[in-house]
Nanobody, 121 residues
Framework: QVQLVESGGGLAQAGGSLRLSCTASGTTFSINAMGWYRQAPGKQREMVAVISPGGSRRMYADSVKGRFTISRDTAKKMVYLQMNNLKPEDTAVYYC??????????????WGQGTQVTVSS
């Protein structure tokens, strides 16, 4: 059974930075694509950033391009999301997902519990 645990959320001021971490267990991490999603109150969950199993391919939502960076450490079975120049509209619960890379990211039904990110103006 796949388990994903996110950490690193919190309160930041606009223009500030946060780094989210997600640790994965119960899966062969090296062959999994990984993704970060977020859900703001009253909105649907949306993709933020995804990374291929080897880390060579990354995709970002237009709203975070140039500000967020996804990375992974296969040895530690962890995936990270570095968030810089945060904006109030980045406020959401952020979720980690393990998926497949089939030309694009295919999410699974395995989600972590989420970590809250709140950005004040």
């Amino acid at each position: 059974q796949v388990q994903l645990v996110e950490s690193g959320g919190g309160l930041a001021q606009a223009g500030g930075s946060l780094r989210l971490s997600c640790t994965a267990s119960g899966t062969t991490f090296s062959i999994n694509a990984m993704g970060w999603y977020r859900q703001a109150p009253g909105k649907q969950r949306e993709m933020v950033a995804v990374i291929s199993p080897g880390g060579s391919r990354r995709m970002y939502a237009d709203s975070v391009k140039g500000r967020f960076t996804i990375s992974r450490d296969t040895a530690k079975k962890m995936v990270y999301l570095q968030m810089n120049n945060l904006k109030p509209e980045d406020t959401a619960v952020y979720y980690c997902n393990v998926g497949r890379w089939v030309g694009a990211y295919a999410p699974s039904d395995s989600w972590g519990q989420g970590t809250q990110v709140t950005v004040s103006s």
